[in-house]
């Protein structure tokens, strides 16, 4: 069984494939790219991973890299609306073209009911997938610890931690947990036309500052501000465009867009998912 997964050299598709590689036979990965000659990918080909261009502008290109592939994990990309529906519907008729049995798609947080503002765009790919008639799975991520660590950082450098997201919890998880739990999705049966909600544990801001001192030993304060002081902070320290989602995602934390209420990452790992403090353990090693 050949398996695809597309966005194999960045920071997600890299850790699928590599828990991949620990399950099944590397000559049954196909790892897909935009480019064939970076480092990462040659990295994989050292590996004896067959790599294909995926670009999911040039539905050519992925017709001929889903070719004899029966499982495609598909990326979610970066764009606006109608870039993605577009980049979305590419591989959905490359895969009807060639026969590709199962789509594993990475979403979001409850995309099918949630106002949640990075919630739409996934609705409509994961629409676009279930209309297709190919049997899916949606693989819907929470909230990367990783996502926190410009902040952890400019914390750690004398800074506090400033949030206007009052009380509201986030169901924080780790990457490589994310990455596991698909490909042990991607690696077995069973799974056809689900909608997996992948998240870990459940922290306020303040929660999240307590374990991050706990770790590194800090007195990191917390400061509680509203969306117009939280969005004035950011002025002149990130792009506009960036400082508005900034404000949007502390408003959805608030308003508790993001608080994990199921188990089913434990489920597909086998195991507990990893701690918020063990997590920034990891990564601040």
Same mark, same amino acid.
């Given at each position: 069984?050949?398996?695809?997964?597309?966005?194999?050299?960045?920071?997600?598709?890299?850790?699928?494939?590599?828990?991949?590689?620990?399950?099944?036979?590397?000559?049954?990965?196909?790892?897909?790219?935009?480019?064939?000659?970076?480092?990462?990918?040659?990295?994989?080909?050292?590996?004896?991973?067959?790599? @294909?261009?995926?670009?999911?502008?040039?539905?050519? $290109?992925?017709?001929?890299?889903?070719?004899?592939?029966?499982?495609?994990?598909?990326?979610?990309?970066?764009?606006?609306?109608?870039?993605?529906? @577009?980049?979305?519907?590419?591989?959905?008729?490359?895969?009807?073209?060639?026969?590709?049995?199962?789509?594993?798609?990475?979403?979001?947080?409850?995309?099918?009911? $949630?106002?949640?503002?990075?919630?739409?765009? &996934?609705?409509?790919?994961?629409?676009?997938?279930?209309? $297709?008639?190919?049997?899916?799975?949606?693989?819907?991520?929470?909230?990367?610890?990783?996502?926190?660590?410009?902040?952890?950082?400019?914390?750690?450098?004398?800074?506090?931690?400033?949030?206007?997201?009052?009380?509201?919890?986030?169901?924080?998880?780790?990457?490589?947990?994310?990455?596991?739990?698909?490909?042990?999705?991607?690696?077995?049966?069973? &799974?056809?036309?689900?909608?997996?909600?992948?998240?870990?544990?459940?922290?306020?801001? %303040?929660?999240?500052? %307590?374990?991050?001192?706990?770790?590194?030993?800090?007195?990191?304060?917390?400061?509680?501000?509203?969306?117009?002081?939280?969005?004035?902070?950011?002025?002149?320290?990130?792009?506009?465009?960036?400082?508005?989602?900034?404000?949007?995602?502390?408003?959805?934390?608030?308003?508790?867009?993001?608080?994990?209420? $199921?188990?089913?990452?434990?489920?597909?790992?086998? @195991?507990?998912?990893?701690?918020?403090?063990?997590?920034?353990?990891?990564?601040?090693?």
């Amino acid at each position: 069984m050949k398996i695809l997964v597309t966005g194999a050299t960045g920071q997600l598709g890299g850790k699928i494939v590599e828990f991949l590689a620990k399950k099944v036979p590397t000559t049954d990965i196909i790892a897909g790219t935009t480019n064939l000659a970076s480092e990462k990918a040659q990295a994989l080909t050292a590996q004896g991973i067959e790599v @294909r261009k995926t670009d999911f502008e040039d539905q050519a $290109s992925l017709v001929e890299a889903f070719t004899g592939v029966e499982k495609v994990f598909i990326i979610s990309t970066f764009g606006d609306e109608e870039a993605s529906a @577009r980049q979305q519907t590419n591989a959905v008729e490359a895969a009807k073209q060639v026969g590709v049995k199962q789509m594993v798609y990475s979403s979001a947080p409850k995309a099918d009911v $949630s106002d949640f503002f990075l919630a739409g765009p &996934h609705r409509v790919r994961e629409n676009i997938i279930k209309e $297709s008639g190919i049997p899916y799975v949606l693989v819907r991520n929470n909230w990367y610890v990783e996502n926190e660590l410009g902040t952890v950082q400019a914390s750690l450098n004398g800074g506090s931690w400033v949030t206007s997201a009052g009380e509201g919890k986030v169901g924080w998880v780790l990457r490589a947990d994310l990455a596991e739990a698909t490909a042990n999705v991607l690696a077995s049966e069973g &799974h056809d036309n689900k909608a997996y909600e992948l998240g870990g544990e459940n922290l306020t801001q %303040a929660e999240f500052v %307590a374990a991050l001192n706990e770790v590194t030993g800090k007195g990191i304060q917390v400061i509680h501000v509203d969306d117009a002081a939280f969005g004035e902070m950011l002025k002149g320290n990130v792009p506009e465009q960036l400082a508005g989602m900034l404000v949007m995602t502390q408003m959805s934390i608030r308003e508790g867009k993001l608080v994990n209420d $199921s188990a089913d990452l434990e489920r597909l790992l086998g @195991r507990k998912p990893t701690t918020v403090k063990e997590a920034l353990q990891q990564l601040l090693a």
